[in-house]
Nanobody, 122 residues
């Protein structure tokens, strides 16, 4: 069956770094757009970063320059490197995958992981 399993979350102080991983199985991973979402308590879920099958990346303005999304197709693993973390980055982080795209834009979500929590203290 399809599985997306996030790991690497935890608690760190402001200014610190974390690397999240998403291990995927059960679908043709290399053909999909991959996403990192996050959702803080009481707030809407938002896209943090995306990477297409051709490794074109996109970032939300709040994390641009601090976060890096990458994937290793040989390991079927998606990564999110997070640096210079602030309390505003505290949220549940979700890995997601979508097959539909137009040009270099990813336009749909087919699969979701269960999330990994990230807490940043001031």
């Amino acid at each position: 069956q399809v599985q997306l399993v996030e790991t690497g979350g935890g608690s760190v102080q402001a200014g610190g770094s974390l690397r999240l991983s998403c291990a995927v199985s059960g679908f043709t991973y290399s053909r999909y757009c991959m996403f990192w979402f996050r959702q803080a308590p009481g707030k809407e879920r938002e896209v943090v970063a995306t990477i297409t099958s051709d490794r074109i990346t996109s970032y939300d303005g709040s994390v641009k320059g601090r976060f890096t999304i990458a994937k290793d197709n040989t390991k079927n693993t998606l990564y999110l490197e997070m640096n210079s973390l602030t309390p505003e980055d505290t949220a549940m982080y979700y890995c997601a995958a979508g097959l539909l795209s137009y040009a270099d834009n990813c336009i749909g979500i087919d699969y979701w992981g269960k999330g990994t929590p990230v807490t940043i203290s001031s």
